[in-house]
């Protein structure tokens, strides 16, 4: 069994790793990096374009991420975080595309205004209340608001023909909301990193097991899946970036932060249309709320995609239930993760989440004309043969330890690091790729604190202009980070 020496090893080749590569890289040009992916492609799981919605999650069109209070007010403060978060992406990308390591931003990112859309007089009372609110302060002062059906047509079209109306109906637009295709982004990414000699990227390997040395370093097990051969890798940090992957990889690993966690598995599915008669009348994102019962992930949203440079609409997710942690994994994931630490909790979420499996056995069951039905409340006029079903990728969504012990579902994502920073791993979904950047921001914080003061904080300031300062309370900040961003990655032109 042949042995290597890395200095990072990077498990998992999606949106996470990819940042966190290109951060480290651009950090200190000197660090040997090996990224292992099991696929023969890099990107090919939750971040490939089709196996995600694309959107670039702001808090702008997503009712979730601010929920209704029992009085009927409004709550913004997490829809205020994620839109900081993205902010913090959009200046990595922006840096990356004028320094060459990025292409063309056309290339992974386009405008797309984010809409949201209710019907119903709770629910426009709701809606106003939140662009009140939201549009108050200086992260959404852009946002615009209307009742109005003819402006309403305007902005959707396909949504408001056919529609009743009497009904009575409300949006939110954002103008410079963006489409990403994380796909192209991560490929990208990983391509601009293999110009470096210290990088190394290893298709078709798979990451098994793990040894903590008395040195604090890693002896990583690889298998190269094609000729079946292993070999160890040793690494002084390495980074569990294989999304589905990561909560297995975790408790191999046997770190005492990796107790307790568990995992539920939610796969997605589509409807897609690529008729361009009826492509070209949507260019948009529009969110409305989820239906009761279901869970955040499932709010309904029909949206315009530019994947490799092709136009389509997509509608969903359809949420449905599965024994896999990833698309291309084993239906005994599931069973396979759990152990005696997670037991309990695992138990505990699946008694009290009854509804939650019965929501996803029932989608899964759904026929085309029940989708389609369901396509109907965001295009009214649609017809069935113009829409196909595609899956989606998997979420394994966090389950986790309370503090008395007990169960409890997440629907967050949530970085996990040992105490000698050695090793960190990414669990969760969502808000997901749109915060790749502020996530590999806080590993780099969490297991490299060293390093960050001896310099690595400077030069992260270079990349990221407000890293160190709040963009949430600083509106002068926001102002001149924004307009640079939009301008150098061409959204709201
Ligand atoms: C239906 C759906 C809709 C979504 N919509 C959005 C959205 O609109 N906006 C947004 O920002 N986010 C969205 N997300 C979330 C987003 O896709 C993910 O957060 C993001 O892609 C995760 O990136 P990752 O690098 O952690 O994982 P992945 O992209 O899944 O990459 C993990 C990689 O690790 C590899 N791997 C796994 N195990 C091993 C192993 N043992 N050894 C080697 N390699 C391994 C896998 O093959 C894979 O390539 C969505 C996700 C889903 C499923």
């Given at each position: 069994m042949t042995t290597e020496k890395v200095d990072v090893l990077l498990v998992g080749g999606g949106a996470m790793s990819a940042t966190l590569g290109t951060l480290l890289n651009r950090l200190d040009p000197s660090l040997k990096i090996t990224l292992v992916e099991r696929l023969d492609h890099v990107a090919?799981?939750?971040?490939d374009g089709w196996n995600n919605a694309g959107t670039g999650h702001a808090g702008y069109c997503e009712l979730n991420y601010t929920p209704q209070t029992a009085d009927g007010d409004v709550e913004i403060d997490r829809a205020l975080s994620i839109n900081a978060n993205f902010e913090i992406s959009l200046q990595l990308w922006s840096y990356l595309v004028r320094q060459g390591g990025l292409p063309e931003p056309?290339?992974?990112?386009?405008?797309t205004p984010h809409m949201s859309f209710v019907w119903g007089e709770d629910n426009v009372a709701f809606l106003r209340r939140r662009h009140e609110k939201l549009s108050?302060?200086?992260?959404?002062k852009e946002m615009e608001y209307s009742e109005d059906p003819a402006v309403l047509n305007e902005w959707m079209p396909l949504v408001m023909e056919g529609r009743d109306p009497d009904e009575k109906v409300a949006a939110t637009r954002i103008s410079h909301g963006p489409d990403v295709d994380f796909g192209s982004l991560a490929r990208n990414m990983v391509k601009s990193l293999q110009e470096s000699d210290n990088f190394n990227l290893l298709l078709s390997h798979e990451v098994n097991d793990f040894d903590h040395a008395k040195d604090g370093s890693?002896?990583?097990?690889v298998k190269d899946r094609t000729s079946g051969k292993s070999k160890t890798i040793h690494a002084d940090f390495v980074f569990l970036g294989a999304g589905g992957g990561a909560l297995p990889l975790l408790q191999e690993s046997g770190i005492d932060e990796a107790d307790g966690y568990g995992g539920f598995p939610v796969s997605g599915m589509w409807l897609v249309c690529k008729d361009p008669a009826i492509v070209a009348r949507h260019s948009a994102k529009v969110y409305g709320k989820a239906a009761i019962g279901a869970p955040p992930m499932s709010v309904p949203h029909l949206d315009t995609r530019i994947i490799n440079g092709e136009p389509a609409l997509l509608f969903g997710p359809f949420a449905g239930f599965t024994m896999k942690f990833l698309k291309s994994g084993s239906k005994l994931d599931l069973l396979k993760s759990?152990?005696?630490?997670?037991?309990?909790p695992?138990?505990?979420?699946?008694?009290n989440n009854m509804d939650l499996t019965k929501y996803l056995i029932s989608e899964v069951r759904q026929s085309h004309k029940e989708r389609v039905s369901t396509l109907r409340d965001y295009f009214p006029d649609c017809k069935a043969d113009d829409w196909t079903l595609a899956r989606a990728g998997q979420r394994v969504q966090i389950i986790k330890k309370d503090g008395s012990g007990r169960g409890k579902l997440e629907f967050g994502t949530e970085l996990v690091a040992a105490k000698d920073g050695s090793l960190a791993a990414l669990l969760g979904a969502s808000p997901g790729a749109s915060v790749a950047v502020q996530a590999m921001i806080e590993v780099l914080e969490r297991?490299?604190?060293?390093k960050m003061a001896a310099g690595w904080d400077k030069r992260l300031k270079e990349m990221i202009p407000?890293?160190?300062?709040?963009?949430k309370t600083d509106a002068a900040l926001l102002e001149r980070v924004r307009s640079d961003v939009l301008d150098t990655l061409k959204i709201g032109e």
């Open positions: 090919h799981e939750s971040t056309e290339n992974f990112i386009n405008t108050a302060h200086h992260l959404f890693w002896h990583v097990r759990v152990s005696v630490s997670n037991l309990m695992m138990v505990d979420v699946g008694f297991c490299f604190p060293e407000s890293y160190g300062e709040s963009l």
